[in-house]
């Protein structure tokens, strides 16, 4: 992963309070982690810095699509994400990031990379099962799909046959059965 200054806010110079920052991310900025689930990604992310005096309040926010293949049908589809994550960042004698919500770096530092956590905000937001929304709704004709749907009406006709084979019992089995129940 390389260092851009685009991601590097150098907080020393900056006045106590509310500083706004805003990210346009598009697939450039995966390749920086060699991240390549999404085939485009538009993505805004806007970052509040609360700046005080011993420590500094970062809330980020983001929103926007990643064209992904369904899971089911595997057509690419733009898939709406959004989502938040808010970080802490106090100073001490070393740098320790082992907390997802806190970071430490060492006293002297004049600058934080927020690369790293809009690209895990955004990567987690993405959710683990991405299904066409025309799967869901019925709209979407595919190849794939109508071949999926041949296979389950295929498999409901032979359920119903078996079911019905079940049925079809030799009534002599029946005269039998009623040997035991005329006692």
Known sequence: MSKTKEFLIPFIGLKLGKHHFEYQISNTFFENFDYDEFQSSDIKVNLVLD???NMLELEFKHK???NVPCDLTGEDFDLP???KMKLIVRFGDE???DNE???ILP???HEIDVQQYIYEMIALSVPLKRVHPGVKDGSLQTEA???LNELTVKEVKEEKQESKKEEDIDPRWDKLKQLLTDK
């Open 95 to 97: 740098f320790n990031n």
């Open 145 to 147: 799909l109508k071949k």
């Open 64 to 66: 926007g699509t990643v």
């Open 81 to 83: 994400i959004k989502g």
């Open 101 to 103: 919500e806190l970071l």
């Open 51 to 53: 700046k005080k005096s």
């Open 107 to 109: 006293h002297g530092e």
